[in-house]
DNA sequence: GTCGATGATTGAAACGTTTTAAACTTGGTT
DNA sequence: AACCAAGTTTAAAACGTTTCAATCATCGAC
């Protein structure tokens, strides 16, 4: 079939070999009822025998939009987003499209980088979970389309979220139906869309002590965790804005020796798989991450397909999901 | 600054508004020196005013090279593999390059369909982790630079791994040590090779029960635990090809009430983030993920800037860390 | 035999860059 | 007054597609 080509090989050495024009060759790859069988037979064998690919760039470059999407979160390690991402590379992929993933890790200067890389690349639109610096507000000047994925953008772009108050209150609601009164919320940044609206949602249940950290990982869980050990009046709950923060709380409190959930409840957020494997099985509130994705690209692509759009908001329900990290003491 | 924008500017535009050839606007972007101050200026002021974003596709059509190499792997969503990509990534950007990530899930189809995009899109180059397709010999006949990122590609490529045989004979031997005897090896389909070089080494430390699972995944793994505890002779030892495999053990185990270490001890493979934190610290062998995929990226720009080039083999020690989860009684 | 009609094929333009060689300024030397 | 060098700027070609209007065959019908 394919022989070992190092000159590329282009559309006209194809026309050339087959004896035919190059318009008579992009017909065959695009509209091959259009063109005569035995001239098709002809131009396929040629393309077969030089191992011709179309150069996507020069497709590009004509028809004026790519055939990629671009997701950027906070932390693609996060299985959260890994999950968001799986579900929009499957309904990108569906439609022949390919998706870009890219981590801002928080910075800021990534991110402008990485946007720009976008605008070059005339990316069909980006799946964005809400940070920090302005980026929604950049790409809706640039106008590139693009889809808020994990919060909302208020009428200016479609989104895809989950209703994070109503989780931050079933999360404090359940701990505080448990007899808890001293509750803590361990939270990444709170300019943070995400984290502010769960804290909103649990105050509406129960008073809060506030613990923030600067990074929603892991170690950031450890470092709020010990912390909370410090605390003069020691909380007997702890509400974490993920599940990431709340397993580093739990390794906090395992190495000092408090016990979970007898001495101390936790609650996180997400439902990542890892939560139902922890330590402790933590409880927590579950989001449907791949559907989230998936139904995010969907917008994106109907968006970038039709001019005229009314942007959506959908909104999925979280769901609380209890293990044993909360159940109350016998 | 920019404005929005809806059809899109070219470096034409900014010629004609700036009253200068295109020529002198590409070398305003491209090579500043080049040009006299005031001209300079007055270009300057026509890009931000235009908001003009220069044609990626545009420029790797003149160029012939894109500024683009692609990642693919089983599952993006195992944190192992989510790891090396961020690695990849922090190399990439560093050279101001994008990366795909993409899964092929093990599905062949959605694999060649990749790269095929990949081929389109004349990537720069590909991280690949072997799969039982042989994509790998794809990429060699289509001429497109590649690293192997954990598997050795025989020559034929450079590739970056871990020493899969010592990893499994670290592991076993570890069981073998405290006092094991009947040791079951939970694995993924052994066409991977990763999963056949780990028994290899595992092998040479003892005999082994293999229990063969489908996908790598905790599912995978909770399926091979139940069929594990109908086993006639019982192991009292299971070594697990990675550690999504190794939870997924823990967590059927901990349905059937078999008790870990007492009844059974467990070790896992990667050390994955969420082994530390699992039900039962997990016993794992440790690969460096983030730096298996600088390396990998680094080897790739490099090969695909200097054609004449020998392929390396970088080839990492792994290590044991012990925990709860493989202890001998006491 | 000529006329359309139909179907297959072709030629050329256009997409937005980069690059190279050529053309145009200056101003200083002879 | 003519000439040169250095410093700027420009015109045009090339990259590989797609598309559209135009041409070319072929054939049945008059």
Not at 123 to 137: K, M, Q, W, Y
Not at 258 to 264: A, E, K, S, W, Y
């Given at each position: 079939m394919?022989?070992?080509?190092?000159?590329r090989v282009?559309i006209?050495?194809v026309?050339?070999?087959?004896?035919?024009?190059?318009g008579?060759?992009?017909?065959?790859?695009?509209r091959p009822?259009?063109?005569a069988a035995?001239?098709?037979?002809?131009?396929?064998a040629?393309i077969?025998?030089?191992g011709y690919?179309r150069s996507?760039?020069?497709r590009?470059?004509?028809?004026?939009?790519?055939r990629?999407?671009?997701?950027l979160?906070?932390?693609?390690?996060?299985?959260f987003?890994a999950?968001?991402?799986?579900g929009a590379e499957e309904?990108?992929?569906?439609?022949?499209?390919?998706?870009?993933?890219?981590?801002?890790?928080?910075?800021?200067e990534?991110?402008?980088?990485y946007l720009s890389?976008?605008?070059e690349q005339r990316?069909?639109?980006?799946?964005?979970?809400?940070?920090?610096?302005?980026?929604?507000e950049v790409?809706?000047?640039?106008?590139?389309?693009?889809?808020?994925?994990?919060g909302n953008a208020r009428?200016?772009?479609?989104s895809v979220s989950?209703?994070?108050?109503v989780g931050?209150?079933l999360?404090a609601r359940?701990?505080?139906?448990a007899?808890?009164?001293?509750?803590?919320y361990?939270?990444?940044p709170l300019?943070?869309?995400?984290?502010?609206?769960?804290?909103?949602?649990?105050?509406?249940?129960?008073e809060?002590v506030v613990?923030?950290t600067?990074?929603?990982?892991?170690a950031?869980?450890?470092?709020?965790?010990?912390r909370?050990?410090g605390?003069?009046?020691?909380?007997?709950?702890?509400f974490c804005?993920?599940?990431?923060l709340a397993l580093?709380?739990l390794?906090?409190l395992?190495a000092?020796?408090v016990?979970?959930?007898?001495?101390?409840?936790?609650?996180?957020?997400d439902?990542i798989e890892?939560a139902?494997?922890?330590?402790v099985?933590?409880t927590?509130v579950r989001?449907?991450?791949?559907?989230?994705g998936r139904?995010?690209?969907d917008?994106?692509?109907r968006e970038?397909?039709?001019?005229?759009?009314?942007h959506e908001?959908i909104?999925?329900?979280p769901e609380?999901v209890v293990?044993?990290s909360?159940?109350?003491q016998?």
């Amino acid at each position: 079939m394919t022989t070992k080509e190092q000159g590329r090989v282009s559309i006209k050495d194809v026309a050339e070999r087959a004896g035919v024009s190059i318009g008579t060759v992009s017909n065959v790859v695009n509209r091959p009822d259009r063109v005569a069988a035995s001239t098709r037979d002809r131009v396929q064998a040629a393309i077969d025998a030089l191992g011709y690919v179309r150069s996507e760039s020069a497709r590009h470059l004509r028809a004026g939009r790519s055939r990629m999407i671009a997701m950027l979160a906070l932390d693609m390690t996060n299985p959260f987003f890994a999950d968001v991402a799986h579900g929009a590379e499957e309904a990108a992929t569906a439609d022949g499209l390919g998706v870009m993933l890219c981590s801002s890790g928080q910075d800021a200067e990534v991110e402008s980088l990485y946007l720009s890389l976008f605008a070059e690349q005339r990316v069909r639109g980006v799946l964005i979970a809400p940070t920090a610096a302005g980026s929604v507000e950049v790409l809706a000047r640039q106008g590139i389309p693009h889809v808020v994925v994990d919060g909302n953008a208020r009428g200016a772009a479609c989104s895809v979220s989950v209703d994070d108050v109503v989780g931050g209150e079933l999360a404090a609601r359940h701990l505080v139906e448990a007899g808890h009164r001293r509750i803590a919320y361990v939270t990444g940044p709170l300019d943070l869309p995400q984290c502010r609206d769960r804290r909103i949602g649990a105050s509406e249940a129960a008073e809060l002590v506030v613990l923030e950290t600067p990074t929603m990982d892991v170690a950031g869980g450890r470092d709020a965790g010990s912390r909370l050990l410090g605390l003069p009046d020691r909380p007997t709950a702890v509400f974490c804005a993920n599940d990431l923060l709340a397993l580093g709380v739990l390794q906090a409190l395992f190495a000092a020796g408090v016990r979970v959930p007898d001495d101390l409840a936790l609650v996180g957020y997400d439902d990542i798989e890892f939560a139902a494997a922890a330590a402790v099985p933590l409880t927590s509130v579950r989001r449907p991450a791949r559907r989230l994705g998936r139904t995010a690209a969907d917008l994106l692509l109907r968006e970038s397909d039709d001019s005229a759009h009314r942007h959506e908001h959908i909104v999925y329900q979280p769901e609380l999901v209890v293990r044993r990290s909360s159940l109350a003491q016998p």
